[in-house]
């Protein structure tokens, strides 16, 4: 069975330093929000990886949605950081570690 998750790395921006504390409880409600509707599998920040805030490990049904979350993250839209999305293909006891 094909499982797939998707992970999306945010990047600090140029601006990033100027992050406001709304912008952060804005970060943190979306999180809530991805939890409470069972589609965040993980997420956390970097420590001593220069450049990068953090990441969110997605559990959607498709890349386009996982695409649509990633715009609406407020880090994001506010311009304090950018992302990539990486498509995650999930290996395990379940499927033989793909084997």
Not at 25 to 50: A, Y
Not at 74 to 80: A, D, F, Q, R, S
């Amino acid at each position: 069975m094909d499982k797939t998750m998707y992970l999306m790395l945010l990047e600090k921006s140029k601006t990033y330093n100027r992050l406001t504390k709304q912008a952060v409880t804005q970060h943190v409600e979306n999180i809530r929000m991805l939890d409470d509707s069972g589609k965040l599998e993980l997420c956390g920040v970097f420590k001593g990886w220069p450049g990068m805030a953090g990441m969110y490990i997605l559990k959607t049904g498709s890349r386009e949605e996982a695409e649509a979350l990633c715009e609406q993250e407020p880090l994001v839209v506010g311009g304090y950081a950018t992302y990539k999305l990486a498509t995650l293909q999930i290996a395990d006891q379940e499927n033989n570690y793909l084997l």
